[in-house]
């Protein structure tokens, strides 16, 4: 049942490379832009709110869509970004991170903006007290006690990855070994007469790695757990 | 010594206090909503006075006129709170070195050890803040503060959480730690017991002014059913 094609491995391998480098990357802007938007009063705070969550309303294709004719190479900032720093997106597999990225981006952003919310801000009051400066603040306060909602964050953003198709396939198509995450590579499989083992053996894959991804989340937020309340 | 001389409107509070805090203990006391805890969160720098300024020896903390305005972290005031507000991911020996962490001063364990003992804290080191009794939370707290090394010290209704048994537990070390210390200290409470056990000097605050200032003859008994 598990032996899986050396092209099979490639999309497992793939995936996950995809899925971690899209969660590392999204999960500074994420933390950035949580706190803006549970701490801070601004112009077109609204606006910005709407947009890191457009991708969860949007059709999946509509946002590859608009990832292609902005990141594509001839895109004003895939150009941009070509130009002056040499990063391609287009048809390779940073691109379909960077599609996997801004789809869990909303996921991401939700419990780590709840988090922030719900800390206790005269605990802060208290650190600066004590000579930490904002950024110390932040650091040794806020950020630690925010952590069970960033792990969630994580985690579901995570699992959106692994799973993402549509803006995925729109934006960076459906390369064997440069774009062909499990999911495409289900998806080809399905097309084609007497793929369906093969792809019964992916989605087994496919179920394996998020079972994964959810009892990690449970460890983590249980060690979070403790170290809240004490032994 | 002390300074201070603000005004801050706060809500339908109308604050307006002036006065000079030596050595010693001075209390702050009056009923509840006379502005005590406002006046302190001014002096630590966590609320920004209207006007006027605050002094602490021969530095200014906040001027409005000169637009100096200090900000916490660097005022080097020791802040214990009414709710301890201690850090829950921290240990208590985390918690009790966050200060000097902060102000980046080498470690000193002889002085760890002096403020432990004088708080009798010492067997508490490697629990959470969770796990504690309020009583030890409390001393925690205090300790915590102290440690920092502060210029002055903040209580802020220390006591209050408290029930009458943990409340006898800590007022010795409170009145330890203003003979031993020599930390200046600002004691806010309305308990009249309290204030009569810890004040060198007596500052009456009502609605947000200082009624008057002197020492422990401006407590009168009837004020323990005024504000009890």
């Known amino acids: 049942m598990f032996d899986l094609s050396p092209a099979d491995w490639t999309a497992v391998e793939l995936t996950i490379r995809i899925s971690i480098v899209a969660t590392l990357c999204a999960l500074p802007l994420g933390i950035a832009i949580g706190w803006l938007l549970a701490r801070k009063k601004f112009w077109g705070k609204s606006v910005l709110d709407g947009l890191v969550h457009l991708p969860l309303v949007l059709p999946p294709v509509v946002t590859g869509y608009l990832l292609l004719i902005s990141f594509g190479r001839r895109g004003p900032i895939g150009a941009f970004l070509y130009d002056h720093f040499g990063i391609v997106f287009s048809f390779r597999w940073t691109g379909a991170a960077l599609a996997c990225g801004v789809m869990g981006f909303p996921l991401m952003i939700r419990p780590i903006r709840l988090a922030l919310e719900a800390i206790d801000r005269k605990l802060e009051d208290a650190a600066s007290t004590l000579g930490a400066n904002k950024v110390w603040v932040f650091l040794t306060v806020t950020l630690p006690l925010a952590l069970p909602g960033i792990i969630a964050g994580v985690v579901l953003c995570f699992a959106r990855a692994l799973g993402e198709f549509g803006a995925t396939i729109t934006f960076v198509s459906n390369i064997p070994g440069e774009t062909q995450t499990i999911s495409a590579a289900i998806f080809t499989l399905t097309q084609v007469p007497g793929g369906d083992a093969a792809a019964g053996r992916l989605a087994l894959i496919s179920i394996a790695l998020a079972f994964a991804a959810l009892f990690a989340s449970e460890w983590l937020s249980r060690r979070a757990a403790i170290r809240f309340h004490g032994d | ?228």
């Open chain 2, 1 to 228: 010594m002390l300074a201070v001389d603000v005004d801050k409107q706060l809500g339908t509070l109308k604050l307006s206090v002036k006065f000079k805090a030596a050595h010693g203990a001075t209390a702050l006391f009056g009923p509840s909503g006379a502005g005590k805890t406002t006046v302190v969160n001014l002096i630590a720098g966590l609320l920004t006075p209207d006007r006027g300024s605050i002094s602490l020896d021969e530095t200014l903390l906040f001027d409005a006129a000169k637009g100096i305005d200090v900000p916490p972290h660097r005022r080097r005031i020791g802040y214990v709170f009414q709710e301890g507000r201690l850090f829950p991911h921290l240990s208590v020996r985390q918690n009790l070195d966050y200060g000097r962490r902060m102000s980046g001063a080498p470690r000193d364990a002889g002085e760890f050890a002096r403020i432990a003992a004088l708080l009798d804290i010492g067997h508490l080191l490697d629990r959470r803040p969770g796990k504690l009794s309020g009583g030890e939370r409390q001393r925690v707290t205090v300790g915590r503060a102290l440690l920092m090394r502060p210029k002055l010290l903040l209580l802020d209704e220390p006591l209050a959480s408290l029930d009458a048994g943990h409340k006898r537990e800590i007022l010795p070390y409170l009145v330890r730690l203003r003979d031993d210390a020599g930390i200046p200290m600002v004691y806010v409470s309305h308990s009249l017991a309290e204030v009569r056990r810890i004040a060198t000097i007596v500052v009456r605050l009502d609605a947000g002014h200082v009624v008057s200032t002197g020492g422990l003859e401006l407590l009168k008994d009837a004020d323990a059913d005024v504000f009890a």
